[in-house]
């Protein structure tokens, strides 16, 4: 017996009590979306998207996502590593403060940073002093708030590649003389490929998205700091229709990191 006949013949039919909330709760969550899309302003949708106001805020937000996913990269596939392979005191501890950031609010986050980035923050002071630098305001400290955001999207994706990835392969490689960064290079990381990249994606979408640490830490200053997400708060208190154009282009972003993603989701959960 097939497993979808099977399903059925548990299945039976669906009762009424399950049914009702099941289509709410789908109405719910999808009636806002459709709404946005019918308020879209469609006859001039091209010109708007291409307008100097909306580029400059498409621009910043996909150099400043890109940017914030590559250091997510150099510094969460280590960290991953870390977790799920070495033995080191205090693991569980360790992994529960690095999804601290998925479930502490932004804004938190971002005042976080202005305490230890800021001018006068525990380090912040420091590079103001001793090289003139200073991180809030700037386009690099929108980078940073959006890695500081996305980071654990990447982590807990590589994580479970590594968990999942046969380690007899970097076993044999041992065997064979290669070193550990050989061993990593050659074999972990064509491993755990997939799991890398699906991260990379999640963690681009989150920086794409992040509105409450970016205005908190960077603030919202045209052409440096104001990403799509700030431009659409703007927006809706000046020209609601650019705020709408805006609001599209993300969602768009974000059904296409969903189809993206959709295979590897479908496959983990059989």
Known sequence: MSDRRRQRRIGGRLPLVLLLPALLGLAFLLVPLIGLLAQAPWATLPSRLFSAEVGQALRLSLVCASSATVICLLLGVPLAWLLARAEVPGRGLIRALVTVPLVLPPVVGGVALLLVLGRRGLIGQHLDTWFGFS????????IVAEAFVAMPFLVISVE???RAA??????????LGAGRWLTF????LPSIAPGIVAGAVLCWARALGEFGATITFAGNLPGRTTTMPLAVYLALETDPDVAVVLSVVLLAVSVVVLACLRERWISGLR
């Open 166 to 175: 046969d380690p007899r392969y970097e076993e044999a490689a041992a065997t």
């Open 160 to 162: 479970g590649a590594l």
């Open 185 to 188: 290079r050659r074999v972990t």
């Open 135 to 142: 991180l809030p305001f700037t386009t690099a400290g929108v």
